[in-house]
């Protein structure tokens, strides 16, 4: 099929270039001039495995297209997909002028049926919305479909996510929409949800409000573990095996962070609020989220007392492994409680010290996490990535002042740290032994 995705931030570029792997011809619009002349390079603006072979490939073999145009995108394809960004407002709302921009955009250079998709997160009975404004700027009698069909790519997983999803979830409202997107994803040979336009839109945001909420569960258990002398690892493993809960999503830690949970739990908020329904639910989700940061820190001060002054080895930046991105990043909001208190601060994270620098402020970035712990008073893991599971320890113990190891993510059993000669505290991992 001819197909075209505007927009061509992480979403756009990955849907682009796995629609070109599996036969399509596919162009990527984007009004971003510098991204697009770097993308026509195959310079990939953003740090996903397997990615840039995806797009060179794809590019050699003329199927992916880059351009600023979206007249060009429109007129030469069958199926549109709108993948800008939606940020959140101020209130939590997800700001939608750009996809407003793009539909409007689509309605002038519209030349013949379209089947126009939103790809990008947004709240319910924005499809209503985009095509009304569709139908409003549209110059001739032209028709044309709606249809909405979320994504679910994991960030550092997203071509595997995308080549072999769980389901695909497709809201149309009329059959020749229906058939496009059955035969477009057929090639997967995945589940298929076929519903109405609204309940697709609602499928994305509830099931990312649901993980979310499913992660602050696991947190606020993993207090009570705390309290009592109980070990959340194995609570959660427990729970998982009841097939009804399911294991994934259980991994207590610092709170979950990201472009998408945040953003996502703050406009469902939003859109029950303005629906008049009880969400409260997913206020205390964000709750819990925000007190695993604070908790995190007073496990800092329960070992050194008095932060000022004292140097503080952080392993990890990136909101989770895999990716170089630190949007909502747990990792900024502790670094910088801990300078505020007059900590020192050096960091190893083997992906995203480049973006970090922009936000943060005299921290000591180090080429290794040897570099880190060397001098450090206590060593803290943010970030589960894998290098940082198979430390040389009795390395890292010669380096740091003090043998106090903070590990956020449950990298590390307990017990075999105690053995190592750590005073190690996890999260939820309070068993006395
Ligand atoms: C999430 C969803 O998992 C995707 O299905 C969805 O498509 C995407 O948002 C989106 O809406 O675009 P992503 O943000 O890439 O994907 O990251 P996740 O792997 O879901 O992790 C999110 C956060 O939760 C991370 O900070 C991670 O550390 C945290 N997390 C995850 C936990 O703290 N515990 C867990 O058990 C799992």
Redesign the pocket.
Known sequence: MKISIIGTG??GLVTGACFAELGNTVICADNNSKKISSLKKCIIPIYEPGLEELVKINVKKKRLIFTTSVREAVVNSEVIFIAVGTPSLDNGEADLTGVENVARNIALNLNGYRLIVEKS?VPVETGKWVKHTIATYVKRNIKFDIASNP??????Q?IN?FMHPDRIVIGVESKKARDILVSLYEPLNAPMVVTDIKSAELI?HA??SF??T??SF??AISHICEKVGADVVEVAQGMGLDKRIGP??????????????PK?VDAFISIAEKLGCNLDLLDAVKAVNEQQKSLFISKIKDLLWIIKDKTIGVLGLS??PN?DDIRN??SIDIIKSLQAEGAKIKIYDPSSMEKAEELLDKVKFCKDPYETCKGSDCLLVV??WDEFKELDFSKVKKMLKRPFVIDG?NIYEPERMKKLGFTYIGIGRGRRS
């Open positions: 992480y979403v997160t994504e679910f790519l994991r960030e550092g997203a996510d994305k099931s990312n993980l979310a499913k992660i696991i947190n994934g999503f259980l991994n207590a830690g610092i709170g979950y962070g990201g472009s998408c949970f996502d909101f989770k990716t990043a747990p970030t589960e993510r």
